[in-house]
C-alpha cells in the first residue's frame, strides 16, 4: 500500500536553530510531493511542492526541500526558525498524508 | 473570501444520527476532495470528484458515507447512522486538474458524536 511516513512527531528548538523534517514515501514511479503547514488555529497552507525537474525547491517563509528519488525522500529544512514557524507540518505525496510533525519554536 | 468554505464548522450529534456537511471549492476549481483528520494524524483520503463525478473511493468510505457533487460545484458528505468513531475533523480541498494540482483546502467541519 502507498504510504508516507514522517520521522518525528514532535520537534522542540529554540529560535535561530536549524530544522530538518523527514519524510519517505513509498510509492513506484512518478508522484507529486507536498508539504504542507497547519498554523495553530488555522487551516492547511501549502508550503512547498515538487512535480518534476529540479530536486532542491524552496517553499514560502524560506523553507526549502530536497527531494532524492534513490531515497524516496524528500525532507523539509529551514537553516534558521523564528518563534512564528510553531506548526504543524505534514509531508504529502499525491493523495497520501504523513502522521504529521508538530513544531515549536521557543524564543 | 473566495477560498473554500466548509459547513458548519462544528456539529455536535447524537449516536445513531445521521449528518450533512458541506463544501464550497474555490469557484474555477473542477476537482473537489474529502480527508478525514483525527487527533495526531494527518489527513486520510475519502473520495475526491472531478465535476460531478466520483473518481476514487478510499476504503475508508463506508457504506454509511455518501458524497456528491451534483452540479460539479458544492459538494455535500453525509455520515448515516454516525457513531462514536466517526468523530473527526472532515476537511474538504478543491484543485484544478493539470497533472500538477495543488490542493487548496478549507477550515474543516468538526464532527463530535456523543
Not at chain 1, 501549502?46 to 524528500?74: N, T, W
Request: positive net charge.
Amino acid at each position: 500500500a502507498q504510504s508516507v511516513s514522517q520521522h518525528n512527531h514532535h520537534v522542540i528548538l529554540s529560535e535561530a536553530a536549524s530544522l530538518e523534517l523527514g519524510c519517505n514515501y513509498s510509492y513506484g514511479g512518478t508522484v507529486n510531493l507536498f508539504w504542507y503547514v497547519q498554523y495553530p488555529g488555522q487551516h492547511l497552507q501549502l508550503l512547498l511542492k515538487y512535480f518534476s525537474g529540479d530536486p532542491l525547491v524552496k517553499g514560502i517563509k524560506g523553507f526549502e526541500a530536497e527531494f532524492i528519488k534513490s531515497k524516496f525522500s524528500f525532507n523539509l529544512r529551514k537553516p534558521s526558525v523564528q518563534w512564528s514557524d510553531t506548526a504543524e507540518y505534514f509531508c504529502a505525496a499525491a493523495l497520501q498524508f504523513g502522521a504529521g510533525t508538530q513544531v515549536v519554536v521557543t524564543p | 473570501d473566495t477560498g473554500v468554505s466548509q459547513n458548519p464548522r462544528h456539529k455536535i450529534t447524537k449516536r445513531g444520527q445521521n449528518v450533512t456537511f458541506r463544501c464550497d471549492p474555490i469557484s474555477e476549481h473542477n476537482r473537489l476532495y474529502w480527508y478525514r483528520q483525527t487527533l495526531g494524524q494527518g489527513p486520510e483520503f475519502l473520495t475526491y470528484f472531478q465535476n460531478e463525478a466520483q473518481l476514487e473511493k478510499s476504503r475508508l468510505l463506508s457504506d454509511r458515507f455518501s458524497a456528491e457533487r451534483p452540479k460539479g460545484s458544492f459538494s455535500t458528505l453525509e455520515i448515516q447512522r454516525t457513531e462514536q468513531g466517526d468523530s473527526a475533523m472532515y476537511l474538504c480541498a478543491s484543485s484544478l486538474s493539470t497533472g500538477r494540482d495543488i490542493q487548496y483546502f478549507g477550515a474543516g467541519t468538526r464532527l463530535s458524536v456523543l
